[in-house]
């Protein structure tokens, strides 16, 4: 039971020590090699010290400036298919953008130039001094040195140029060569430091915790890791100046030293309140931190719910489309069917007419010739014998009556905003006719027109006809009416039209004036002719009146 928990504590140590490598890579996001003097932006950030030092110069926005900016890129890029989270951003991008949201950070004045971090944009003040100046990342400045340890070269810490290191400090903790590892025995303040082989060191894991153990003695000690003064590289970051806020070393508090007078003390000292003040700003942090998981998660989940209700809308529209393509599909074919029968009747009428007259003009044709070739050749005996026959056919082929004009209108028309129909939910407009308007064969409807007297609103129904006389069964005919005094000719009385689109039209009208009008009723510009019905025009009329006859004189009696 002890071994599998043991085993099961190092998988979980084993797995937070993947998270925390993925989380705080080796490589430098801008030059992608391993960290060389890694230094933290106040952002957070770390990157290299040439890289920090390569970045160009960023001229800083004011603020109501940026924040115009700030919205008309928004504006911009509202329609982005980017998720703009940090992991998605491309180092290299940051540097070139100049069009991006600056976010204004807290930045730290260090009096030098102003950069943008490559990672989130904020601005960065780098001291004048340079990117040296800025805190070492100790954790991955460690972490890369182990990985370069165990390669195949190794270098010296101490030394300016590339030399290879033979041997390992692990109180400073540093790499050194041949010459360092002589020297680092000899000086006073590091003559009791323990250095050992590399090989040895590597092969027995001396700086692989966060411990420095003291391989290779008889009683295996162990000491704090500290790092040592960028200054002073013989002297460790022991003491932590209180002034300044930074840590230091004895060398850096004396006389000659940039803090010489300054308030200082042991960095055990204010190791554990910086350590508790930093644990309540993260007990602090973090809520907020899973407060912003959480809506990162909301946000993921409602573009989720987007993209499911999109392939659903999509899917729905496109099964509509279809449908109602089917529908028309199925419309255009009973339309051309349609169309097709109607011209088919139409001819099949035609051409049977044309075999009448045929059949009629041979026959005529075939009696003329006949009888010019007896005028001409017969005797007189023969001519007089003939006369009868030959004139009886002639007459009867004289009296034969057929209609001349063809018997088929050729109009055919569409209506593309006529016959609305529902089919299965859709509405469906357009239908074919072969219906002609004739406004001389138009009428109004009813036993005769109706008497006009003085007052009395009067109503009509005008039924439209095509060329056949036969009722028009639709509506959409352009009718006008008006209603002219005889004796004031420059007075109009207003004739209300109603089409009730099933091919009549409904009119009204009231005449307050006594005498003689006239009633004009167009169709399409063409006047409708209307036959008086003379039996019935003063049929119920107890005083003096006329019915209204289109375009004749109306009398109207109180």
């Known amino acids: 039971m002890s071994s599998s928990l043991q085993e099961e504590e190092e998988e979980t140590e084993e797995d937070g020590q993947k998270t925390r490598n993925e989380q705080f890579p080796l490589t430098c996001s801008v030059c992608g090699k391993l960290y060389e003097d890694p230094r933290v932006l106040p952002c957070l950030h770390t990157f290299c010290t040439r890289c920090i030092d390569g970045l160009d110069s960023y001229v800083s926005v004011p603020t109501n400036k940026r924040r115009q900016l700030t919205n008309h890129s928004l504006d911009s890029n509202k329609d982005s298919a980017a998720s703009g989270y940090e992991s998605e951003k491309s180092p290299t991008s940051s540097l070139v953008s ?39 990342h100790y954790v991955l400045h460690n972490k890369v040195l ?93 003491l932590f100046c209180e002034t300044c806020g930074r840590t230091v070393c004895k060398t850096c508090c004396e006389v000659d030293g940039d803090h010489f007078g ?15 003040d930093l644990k309540n700003l993260l007990t602090q942090t973090l809520p907020r931190a899973e407060s912003l998981r959480n809506s990162l998660s909301e946000i993921r989940t409602t573009s989720k719910q987007i993209q499911t209700k999109e392939r659903e809308v999509v899917d729905r529209v496109d099964a509509y489309i279809d449908a109602y393509v089917r529908i ?9 069917g349609k169309v097709k029968k109607t011209c088919e009747m139409k001819q099949r009428v035609l051409k049977l007419q044309a075999i009448q007259l045929e059949q009629t003009l041979e026959d005529l044709e075939t009696s003329c010739n006949f009888v010019e070739h007896l005028l001409a050749e017969g005797s007189d005996v023969e001519v007089v014998t003939l006369v009868s026959h030959v004139g009886k056919r002639l007459r009867d082929l004289g009296n034969e009556r057929h209609r001349l004009e063809p018997k088929i209108d050729p109009f055919l028309q569409f209506l593309p ?48 006809r095509d060329t056949e006389g036969q009722p028009m069964c639709r509506g959409g005919c352009q009718v006008k009416a008006d209603l002219v005094l005889k004796d004031e000719p420059n007075k109009i009385v207003p ?38 019905n003379k039996s019935n025009l003063r049929a119920n009329i107890p005083t003096r009146s006329l019915s209204i006859i289109t375009g004749q004189p109306i009398s109207t009696s109180g």
């Open 98 to 136: 100049s069009s991006k949201t600056k976010r204004p950070a807290n930045r730290i004045r260090f009096g030098g130039r102003v950069v943008l971090c490559p990672t989130c944009d904020s601005e960065v003040d780098i001291p004048n001094t340079g990117a040296s100046h800025l805190p070492l």
């Open 146 to 238: 182990q990985v370069s340890l165990k390669g195949s070269e190794s270098r010296c810490d101490l030394c300016i140029g590339d030399v290879n290191a033979i041997a390992w400090c692990s109180e400073c903790p540093a790499a050194l060569c041949a010459f360092c590892s002589e020297a680092h025995r000899r000086q006073r303040k590091t003559e009791g430091h323990k250095v050992f082989d590399l090989r040895d060191a590597l092969r027995n894991g001396a700086f692989e915790t966060s411990t420095w153990t003291v391989v290779g003695s008889a009683t295996s000690s162990s000491r704090e890791r500290c790092p040592v003064c960028p200054s002073h590289p013989t002297e460790e970051l022991r």
């Open 262 to 276: 300054h308030t200082r003390c042991n960095v055990s000292q204010v190791a554990k309140d910086k350590v508790q």
């Open 328 to 336: 028309l599909e199925e419309h255009r074919k009973n339309l051309k």
């Open 417 to 464: 905003n006529e016959g609305n129909q529902i089919v299965n939910g859709y509405l469906i407009r357009g239908t074919v006719t072969t219906q002609r308007l004739c406004p001389t064969k138009c009428s109004f409807k009813g036993n005769g027109l109706p008497a006009v007297r003085q007052g009395r609103k009067v109503d009509l129904l005008l039924q439209t």
């Open 495 to 532: 004739v209300k039209v109603t089409d009730r689109q099933d091919g009549t039209y409904a009119l009204g009208f009231r005449i307050d004036e006594n005498g003689l009008c006239f009633l004009n009723v167009r169709i399409d510009n063409q006047h409708v002719q209307v036959l008086r």
